[in-house]
């Protein structure tokens, strides 16, 4: 960011009408003509993490590692990168293309997909999309990915069904610690069981969040010794409307990093 951006300064306990109005002014403004904004204060840790996460939801993203300004949150979108295998069926998480491109810098990777199913996934996001099958060998993929992760400064990671996206967890980890990973998961059905059981008996809390579709999927979660904390039932009817579920997925993004600045904020105090 150039310093002739405009800086807004907020306190994590202004009212709830100020920080209204501040999404307000945002959602108006093109991104361009945006302002950083610099957090103060402290708030009860849940209402700040929900209040900067709205932020970071329509757009904006954490300064660099290093920062003196670890407070700021900077106008540029925060990246996700979608890594997403198809079901049996063919069947792709359409809600993708529902989140807008100003809100995230999005990246798709698909594995384990005909050509027909990756030009729709393809289609469905609004940023970059990689059909990994057609040009890296399985044994690269990981390496593949751990660089993209570096050139493309990704935040989160989304994992849909893909083996290979929750086995570069403990590498991920290590590389790149201040990025996320939210697995979608669903166990109406034995494919969907076998997923949830290889994730949660491999991996566990080592996930940051699991958006879980089905109503018996939180129990099935917990079962496994996964925190509540990790879990985030979507509401049953989301299947039909993609727009609904794109909007909890944002805010699963949001809250993910929002929770790293309101960490620092506080650190700073």
């Not at 209040?51 to 540029?76: D, M, N, T």
């Not at 729709?120 to 990915?145: K, M, N, T, Y």
């Not at 509401?235 to 993004?253: G, M, P, S, T």
Request: with cysteine; net charge negative; charged share 20%.
């Amino acid at each position: 960011m150039t310093g002739e951006k405009a800086i807004r300064h907020i306190s994590l306990a202004d009212p709830a009408t100020t920080w209204t109005e501040l999404y307000d002014e945002i959602d108006q403004l093109d991104a361009d003509d945006r302002f950083a904004i610099a957090l103060t204060g402290s708030s009860e840790s849940e209402l700040s993490v929900a209040r900067v996460g709205g932020v970071i939801s329509r757009g904006y993203e954490l300064p660099s590692v290093g920062s003196a300004c670890p407070g700021e949150l900077w106008p540029h979108p925060s990246g996700v990168l979608y890594i997403v295998s198809p079901d049996a069926g063919g069947s792709i998480p359409s809600w993708i293309s529902r989140v807008p491109a100003g809100h995230f810098r999005q990246y798709l990777m698909a594995v384990n997909a005909s050509d027909e199913t990756f030009s729709r996934l393809a289609s469905a996001c609004a940023g970059e999309s990689w059909h990994l099958d057609s040009f890296v060998q399985p044994s690269g993929i990981a390496a593949f990915v751990m660089e993209f992760m570096g050139n493309r400064q990704i935040d989160v990671v989304q994992v849909v069904n893909a083996k290979v996206g929750v086995d570069l967890v403990p590498t991920l980890r290590a590389a790149y610690p201040r990025s996320r990973v939210v697995v979608d998961v669903g166990a109406d059905d034995a494919t969907g069981q076998v997923w949830l059981t290889y994730v949660t008996s491999r991996y566990g809390n080592v996930i940051d969040v699991y958006c879980a579709s089905g109503p018996d999927d939180p129990a099935r979660l917990e079962a496994a010794l996964v925190s509540p904390s990790h879990i985030r039932l979507l509401a049953a009817d989301l299947e039909r409307h993609d727009e609904a579920a794109a909007a909890a997925h944002e805010d699963v993004y949001g809250r993910l990093i929002a929770a790293q600045v309101t960490r620092a904020v506080g650190t700073a105090r």
